[in-house]
């Protein structure tokens, strides 16, 4: 279906070259830019596969923001005893400052981003919940693009959604919540790993894109200080965390925050997407629970399976982690972009016994699970056609009603065998194809 | 004019300089090296000195190569693209990626040619991307404000620079034609009488011809002042 798109994938990178397609990395004190290699092999998925998808990505999310709506007010989950309420209120994620603000229309994640796997055996695992600040979107809006340049026939033939709406379904979703004035994407700035989609995105949301010099607070409501007028912000598209935010209210030392921007948004006058606090939703620990946030808030089974995962949290669950620590993978909550993961299976006697004291001592901080023996994807490596494992991060957007994007960021591994994908890490990524029959 | 902020202003009229600054320089090192090729002897570095390639280097093909590729020299081509690159890649909703992509695609040429064994020969394609980059801001820059304020940066670095090398100063009318026609569509505060005093120096009868070298230097300084 895509031979012909193969072989042009040197020249497809060489066109995300110049539209600046990279990402950046600190390494050795230093920043540096880099390409995002592309593979042109997608991902396919048909339409029933598709469907499927769709329902559980859906129902995850509405459950995602149910349980964010109930923690930051009355905590009934808590109170019935679904979830231990220390467990949720000792994530990191959690912030005391966000207690009791609904956010316009009551929207906490308006861009949720789904880790998933697809094991050998055919059925989809939910890996990781993303409700913070989700980014990969606009890397296979660019390369479909380029993609359908190359292969007419293709592009013509095959019953593939076309995914290059991205930019106007998330502006609908800012629309929507906007609470008056100009929407903007807020940027920690050009040396962020992520700024190319930043940038991207706010010029396909016709947003325009700030930095925190350029915004003030004044009696309440948020500004951008235009050269000419000031001109009042109705909702911010935030790509930094929810520490930097406002440094009246979170980390008093970031520069890269708005002061007073949490009382602007307590006050109901300017919609921040995603919400400040989803952090204690989107927490490796709190993963766990999703299922049983799922039959509490929608009275439904989960259509989508979690990685089999054992909280040491629990006693029971610390005596099966101990005991089979060599085939499990280990996972530090705290951590993020592949970091904190490690295979028991790959360290040394001695390490591992150091992990597991760290488990014992600190059985919060981690979650243990079984190791999903994921598909491995063709991929076109150095002329030829090579396995490799890959994920898939699916975006959904939540405005009028919740919707999946038909496509999403699907990730591979650089070296064989490897289940490292984080570009981070040194992985490319391919275009995801949703089959429309 | 838009939502811009002064920041933005700041970083589209310089993004603006530092394009027509790696144009220019670049066309002024072509022609110095054209004219080196029949003279190594006495001054062959021309006026690129004044323009700070005042590096001791008695090997031409290694000075040329340093106006050109320097990461240091604050005037090389390497240095203004790539600060055009760090105006632009901040712009890119105001500009759009069309526009981003000419100037990314100049120094990732500029890159290409400094390790080619023609790099003068392949140095064309950045003139050709910096063309492009000037043409699509016609069709790309939206905001009328952010396009004058771009097209207004290029005549000012233009006219800066043929003014401080006395080079084609006999196009200094056009362009300060084409500065006086735009300069309104700004939107922004400027310096009306310094502009007024640069206007009747251009268009003096006695210009460029019997221009002293002193009136010159008074030229670049209103230069300097009007924004």
């Known amino acids: 279906m895509y031979s012909k798109l193969v072989g042009q994938t040197d020249k497809i990178n060489q066109q995300l070259a110049r539209y600046g397609v990279k990402f950046g990395i600190y390494k050795d004190g230093r920043f540096d830019e880099r390409l995002f290699p592309f593979d042109a092999v997608p991902r396919v998925i048909g339409a029933e596969q598709w469907a499927q998808l769709e329902r559980g990505l859906v129902q995850r999310v509405d459950a995602l923001n149910a349980y964010l709506r109930d923690l930051h007010s009355d905590a009934r989950i808590i109170r019935d005893g679904v979830i231990p309420e220390h467990f949720a209120y000792a994530s990191s994620g959690y912030l005391p400052q966000c207690e009791h603000i609904m956010p316009p229309k009551g929207i906490y994640s308006h861009i949720s981003g789904i880790d998933l796997v697809e094991g050998e055996d055919g059925e989809w695992y939910v890996l990781e919940d993303n409700l913070r600040i989700p980014s990969g979107a606009s890397y296979p809006l660019v390369a479909r693009g380029l993609c359908r340049r190359c292969d007419a026939d293709t592009f013509r033939n095959a019953p593939l959604v076309d995914n290059r709406d991205y930019g106007a379904r998330l502006r609908e979703v800012v629309d929507y919540v906007n609470c008056g004035g100009i929407n903007v994407v807020l940027t920690p700035g050009r040396y962020n790993s992520a700024y190319f989609e930043h940038a991207y995105l706010a010029e396909q949301i016709g947003a325009v894109l700030a930095e925190a010099g350029e915004l003030f607070v004044e009696d309440e409501v948020l500004y951008y200080r235009d050269a000419t007028r000031n001109t009042r912000v109705g909702a911010v598209y935030r790509r930094l965390s929810d520490e930097f935010l406002d440094p009246l209210c979170f980390l008093p030392e970031s520069l890269i925050g708005v002061p007073n921007l949490m009382a602007a948004y307590r006050a109901g006058n300017v919609a921040i997407l995603n919400a400040p606090g989803n952090g204690a939703a989107d927490d490796k620990g709190i993963y766990y629970f999703v299922p049983q946030m799922i039959r509490y808030y929608l009275g439904e089974e989960p259509i989508l399976k979690n990685a089999p995962t054992y909280l040491p949290y629990y006693p029971e669950d610390l005596e099966y982690v101990l005991a089979n620590a060599e085939r499990l993978v280990i996972k530090d909550v705290a951590e993020a972009g592949g970091y904190g993961v490690v295979f028991g299976s790959e360290l040394a006697p001695e390490a591992l016994a150091e992990l597991l004291d760290k488990v014992r001592a600190e059985p919060r901080r981690f979650i243990a699970q079984e190791v999903v023996d994921f598909k491995c994807l063709d991929t076109w490596i150095g002329g030829e056609m090579v396995p490799r494992k890959a994920d898939l991060r699916a975006f959904v957007l939540s405005g009028r009603k919740t919707t999946v994007w038909p496509s999403g960021l699907t990730r591979y591994a650089r070296e064989a065998g490897s289940c490292v994908v984080n570009s981070s890490q040194g992985g490319g990524f391919k275009d995801t194809w949703v089959l429309s029959r | ?227």
């Open chain 2, 1 to 227: 004019m838009g939502s811009l902020s002064l920041e933005r202003v700041g970083r589209l009229l310089w993004l603006g300089r530092y394009v027509e600054r790696s144009y220019t320089t670049l066309q002024f090192i072509l022609a110095t090296y054209d004219a080196a090729l029949d003279s190594v002897e006495g001054n062959w570095k021309g006026q690129l000195e004044e323009l700070g390639f005042d590096q001791e280097n008695d090997d031409p093909i290694a000075f040329f190569r340093e106006c050109l590729f320097s990461r240091e020299l604050t005037a090389s081509i390497y240095y203004s693209m790539s600060a055009a690159y760090d105006n632009a890649v901040v712009l890119r909703d105001v500009i759009g990626s069309e526009s981003v992509a000419y100037v990314q695609m100049a120094l990732n040429d500029i890159e290409r040619a400094e390790h080619s064994d023609a790099p003068l020969l392949d140095l064309q394609t950045v003139i050709d991307c910096i063309l492009a980059f000037k043409g699509s801001c016609d069709d790309y820059v939206v905001n009328d404000a952010a396009r004058n304020i771009i097209k207004c940066g290029f005549s000012i670095e233009r006219m800066d620079l043929y003014t401080r090398l006395s080079y084609q100063l006999g196009d200094l009318r056009r362009e300060t034609q084409k500065l006086a026609s735009r300069i309104d569509r700004t939107g922004l505060p400027y310096d009306r009488a310094a502009f007024k005093e640069l206007i009747d120096a251009v268009f003096s009868p006695r210009f460029p011809e019997k221009t002293t070298y002193e009136e010159l230097g008074v030229m670049l300084e209103l230069i300097a002042r009007v924004f």
